[in-house]
């Protein structure tokens, strides 16, 4: 299920890098839960509508805000803490929300990033781990298996956990962008992606996003 969540005027500047405070605000609709626990089976974009001056974000006709879950009962939990408590900080208070009909799906599907960037790692022989980005055609095998990861974590299996998913690099507006989540940088890319599969692994796609981090506000997809 997807909600699409309508934002009053900010009151206050918006730091660039306030995804952990979204992320702040989700936990305190969704009360006791258990959603940072293993694989984020849940996505949310970015604020849109905002625009840029010194250093920071302001959203003069309020911000549009999307938020998707795989399981309907987890968004149900977070309507319900939204109704109650509308405030989300920096002056916004929610006004409206309204539930998104998903897109027909079929064997595949181009998705746009919406407004995040892709974060996906791969581990080296240190330890330590390398930012996979979209330029790099190695980047697709391990979206890929992260994806699948995640079907199966859900309960999906055969026929459905054969999907791939690819960076469309002959998009000539992609690149690499880098944000702050509580003083640590991750570098991801904004690059639209194509999925191929089955509907119902389109649909997660496009409920649970793409890459790591999923939870913190990369890799949403629309």
């Known amino acids: 299920m997807r909600l699409q969540v309508q934002l009053t005027p900010t009151t206050q500047l918006v730091p660039y890098d306030h995804l952990h405070q979204l992320t702040g605000a989700l936990h305190k609709w969704l009360g006791q839960n258990d959603i940072h626990d293993g694989l984020s089976l849940y996505s949310f974009g970015w604020l849109r509508g905002g625009e840029s001056r010194n250093g920071s974000l302001r959203f003069p006709k309020g911000a549009t805000w999307n ?51 892709i974060v996906i790692r791969q581990k080296r022989p240190d330890g330590s781990r390398a930012y996979l980005l979209w330029d790099d055609p190695a980047t697709d095998q391990a979206l890929t298996q992260s994806f699948q990861r995640k079907l199966t974590a859900a309960g999906f299996s055969g026929a459905d956990l054969g999907v791939t998913a690819s960076f469309d690099r002959t998009y000539q507006n992609a690149r690499t962008r880098k944000i702050a989540i509580k003083g640590t940088n991750h570098r991801g890319s904004e690059c639209p992606v194509i999925v191929e599969g089955t509907p119902d692994a389109l649909y997660f796609a496009w409920t649970v996003g793409l890459g790591e981090l999923t939870g913190s506000g990369f890799g949403a997809l629309r």
């Open 67 to 117: 938020i998707s879950f795989f399981d309907d009962e987890k968004a149900r939990q977070l309507l319900k803490g939204m109704l109650s408590q509308p405030e989300l900080g920096f002056g916004m208070r929610i006004f409206e929300i309204r539930e998104v009909a998903p897109p027909s799906f079929q064997s595949h599907h181009y998705f746009l990033t919406d407004g995040s960037s």
